[in-house]
T-cell receptor, first 113, second 114 residues
Framework: GDSVTQMEGPVTLSEEAFLTINCTYTATGYPSLFWYVQYPGEGLQLLLKATKADDKGSNKGFEATYRKETTSFHLEKGSVQVSDSAVYFCALYNAGNNRKLIWGLGTSLGVNP | EAGVTQFPSHSVIEKGQTVTLRCDPISGHDNLYWYRRVMGKEIKFLLHFVKESKQDESGMPNNRFLAERTGGTYSTLKVQPAELEDSGVYFC????????????FGEGSRLTVL
């Protein structure tokens, strides 16, 4: 079945460092890919998405490109801030298969000033 | 516009007791979902309502879990009797579209079974 493999954390960075969180997937057909984020004390919220190959999702300085050839959707940010400290989840949605969000384990990010 | 609200935010119960979690979706969202995250594991789908009907309940672990959605508005998830392995965070989400991965989540209800 469909699955998502996400880089395990925790990840600790200094402010203004470059961030990459790796995410790869296995799926039949053409799933949509998502990054969700959970800030401390808050619910999950959509950070960005991509619905087809080569699409780039972006939001709040974060980017991820849907790479079908490598089945990847890595999250990147050029300069992290303390306020980016959160848990990041990669997920896929396959309308042609099970039609529910399939999640990675989540990666906890801490950013030090 | 109010978001998805869940309560209680945290519940601590003894094994064998009953707990009921409640979710109020965003107004006008016909689709309501329950997901669960057990510590150290992925978030897993439990079930999906379209209005008051269960569209997909394939993720419900066993018959100790009962979900309802009265009148297509709020939903409850009852665990009876609770077991230790039921501990985790229960997320509720809603959406307007029936087939989408773009969901609006609540803050979650943390359940601890002792």
């Amino acid at each position: 079945g469909d699955s998502v493999t996400q880089m395990e954390g925790p990840v600790t960075l200094s402010e203004e460092a470059f961030l990459t969180i790796n995410c790869t997937y296995t799926a039949t057909g053409y799933p949509s890919l998502f990054w969700y984020v959970q800030y401390p004390g808050e619910g999950l919220q959509l950070l960005l998405k991509a619905t087809k190959a080569d699409d780039k999702g972006s939001n709040k300085g974060f980017e991820a490109t849907y790479r079908k050839e490598t089945t990847s959707f890595h999250l990147e940010k050029g300069s992290v801030q303390v306020s980016d400290s959160a848990v990041y989840f990669c997920a896929l949605y396959n309308a042609g298969n099970n039609r529910k969000l399939i999640w990675g384990l989540g990666t906890s990010l801490g950013v030090n000033p | 516009e109010a978001g998805v609200t869940q309560f209680p935010s945290h519940s601590v119960i003894e094994k064998g007791q009953t707990v009921t979690l409640r979710c109020d979706p965003i107004s006008g969202h016909d689709n309501l979902y329950w997901y669960r995250r057990v510590m150290g594991k992925e978030i897993k789908f439990l079930l999906h309502f379209v209005k008051e009907s269960k569209q997909d309940e394939s993720g419900m672990p066993n018959n100790r879990f009962l979900a309802e959605r009265t009148g297509g508005t709020y939903s409850t998830l009852k665990v009876q009797p609770a077991e230790l392995e039921d501990s985790g965070v229960y997320f509720c989400a809603s959406s307007q579209s029936r087939q989408t991965g773009e969901l609006f989540f609540g803050e979650g209800s943390r359940l601890t079974v002792l």
